[in-house]
């Protein structure tokens, strides 16, 4: 199913992973089970086959061992814990969890609102310095597609 998606990795110089660092079906299990829902199956994938990524100095956000959750700033539920100990950004954002922050200017996240008849969530992109939200792509591996072709 995401044999294309493997092939570009193995041939892409953009995004960078660190072989190993796998994420275990029991984190998966505690993240889902924090945030109520399932996460989307093209990002499971992700991280059980790659676990993480670098690109442009960014990190993709992962889901890291639990003994270091609270203060793994590449870990997808600390990150979204931060941002829900922020009552305005609750109010802003209430189906937003922050995914990939490249740089000051952008900001990519899952739409949590979105969830399609496969369970993936739309990736949404956040200009900050044109205070813009779009959809950026309909999946997790679309997503990671989209940013090899843009960058290569």
Known sequence: MYARLAEMLASTTVIKWFPGH???DDWIVEAEVELGYSLPPSYCWWLKNYGNGQLNGGSILTIGQLAY???DHTDILYIHRLNLADK???KQYPNRVDLFVPDADELYFF???SKDEHGEFSVMC???LNDMI???ASTFSKFLEKL???RS
């Open 88 to 90: 305005d950004w609750c």
């Open 148 to 150: 090899m072709d843009e």
């Open 126 to 128: 956040f200009d900050l």
């Open 134 to 136: 779009y959809e950026y």
């Open 111 to 113: 739409n949590t609102s």
């Open 69 to 71: 959750r609270d203060i």
């Open 22 to 24: 796998d994420v275990e």
